[in-house]
């Protein structure tokens, strides 16, 4: 009986690979097993069908594992969290589109702790798409009015990829709907200078975020002239 669901009943190639990779340990117990009853298997099979069996069984453990692996075989696997991390985020857009906030949270959630899981690896979109999913999870905790989550996600966003302009846009727009305080207005300056300068921003958005930077820095001013003086100081 196959081991695929309704929903993928016509896997991909990459499908495929992905489980026989995963079936090396399988694999090599079994060889193991056949090696320590040899004797008793060569009975009853024969000794052509089970020296047969281990050949193939070491064969696919040697292409399979460590510095043997098929190289082809280890981008399909990359391939293929990719394609699942994709979908995972999609179904995360789904809900925020729909406004339901909360439930986007938490499939944006899912998203990146299946990121974490997969095998390292230095693929420059595999971290443009986690830069995505931490930045759209830093929006839909805006939506939530969780702005300590947002801003950590959105700083997240942006050390996986510094050029994403939606992560530093994201931090200042958290930090902008916290409480007034002069550390948190500098920061949002910094975050919206930061957004303008990236080479990803659109130009139909570079007037909303040079209205966010204005604001930042009006309400940084403010800030300071609003701080009061210490006591015994002398006004010349």
């Known amino acids: 009986m196959s081991g695929f669901s309704s929903d993928d009943a016509a896997p991909s190639t990459a499908a495929f690979m992905k489980q026989a990779l995963m079936k090396s340990a399988e694999y090599r117990k079994n060889t193991e097993m056949m090696r320590e009853k040899h004797d008793d298997f060569v009975k009853e099979f024969g000794e052509e069908s089970v020296n047969a069996f281990i050949e193939s069984h070491q064969r696919h453990i040697s292409e399979t594992s460590g510095e043997n692996m098929n190289p082809a075989a280890a981008a399909v696997e990359i391939e293929t969290d990719m394609d699942r991390l994709v979908a995972l985020k999609e179904e995360a857009n789904a809900a925020y589109k729909e406004k339901d906030f909360g439930t986007a949270v938490k499939r944006y959630g899912a998203a990146i702790k299946f990121a974490a899981s997969c095998a390292e690896t230095d693929s420059q979109e595999f971290q443009r798409q986690r830069a995505i999913i931490h930045a759209n999870r830093a929006a839909a905790n805006l939506g939530l009015k969780k702005y300590v989550g947002a801003l950590v996600d959105a700083q997240r966003a ?33 975050y919206f200078e930061k957004c303008y300068a990236c080479s990803s921003l659109p130009s139909a958005q570079k007037k909303n975020i040079s209205r966010a930077l204005e604001l930042a820095r009006y309400r940084l001013e403010k800030g300071r002239d609003e701080v009061p003086l210490p006591e015994n100081c002398v006004v010349q």
């Open 158 to 190: 942006s050390e996986l990829n510094p050029d994403y302009w939606k992560g530093p846009f994201r931090a200042g727009s958290a930090l902008m709907k916290m409480a007034p305080r002069l550390e948190r207005s500098e920061m949002a300056v910094k």
